[in-house]
């Protein structure tokens, strides 16, 4: 059973509660009827917790009466949707101990990473959340997965002048152990 807090199941043949979330609340709320079992499901997914997250710093700032995190002064408002947030996961964390499988998903963003104990710095793909809420998810959840699609880069051209071109995007692959260049 699908929570789709953006819209992206439209297209998809699967069970979602309807209409989709337009506040935090009313998130928090849908998930609540699942959890004291008014919404019967075996798997309840959140689509996304990105856009979750979204909804929990609208409400927050709104309930404040502050323009955005950053109203609330100097690193205060990160710590405030760290709270927020992890209140959806309480949520969760109980309704999973009533048997039912969680699942959430989030978008990823390119990120700079920089190695604390060497020179340089990459690029890795991360979670579209705060700094302060991905980690708290890749804590709570039992297993983490990142999803992309195969890309392969090929030489085109001969000699000096050949260059690289990436190919593929139609074939998706799930990654289910942690590389460099993303976390699972």
């Known amino acids: 059973l699908f929570i789709d807090t953006e819209g992206s199941t439209d297209r998809m043949d699967v069970q979602r509660i309807t209409p989709r979330p337009s506040s935090w609340q009313m998130l928090m709320d849908m998930c609540n009827e699942v959890r004291v079992g008014h919404i019967p499901c075996t798997t309840l997914v959140i689509d996304t917790a990105d856009w979750a997250e979204r909804m929990a710093i609208t409400a927050l700032c709104s309930r404040a009466h502050v323009d955005g995190l950053e109203g609330f002064g100097y690193g205060k408002g990160y710590v405030y949707i760290k709270e927020e947030f992890g209140k959806l996961l309480d949520l969760l964390e109980e309704i999973k101990n009533a ?39 890749r804590e709570w959840c039992d297993m983490l997965l990142f999803a992309t699609y195969k890309t392969v880069v090929v030489k085109d051209g001969d000699g000096k002048m050949a260059k690289n071109k990436a190919q593929g995007g139609r074939t998706r692959v799930m990654y289910t152990t942690h590389h460099a260049c993303w976390d699972a």
């Open 99 to 137: 048997g039912h499988n969680i699942v959430l998903t989030a978008h990823a963003q390119i990120s700079k990473f920089e190695l604390p104990d060497e020179l340089g710095s990459y690029d890795r793909w991360a979670m579209k959340t705060t700094k302060q809420v991905a980690p708290m998810i």
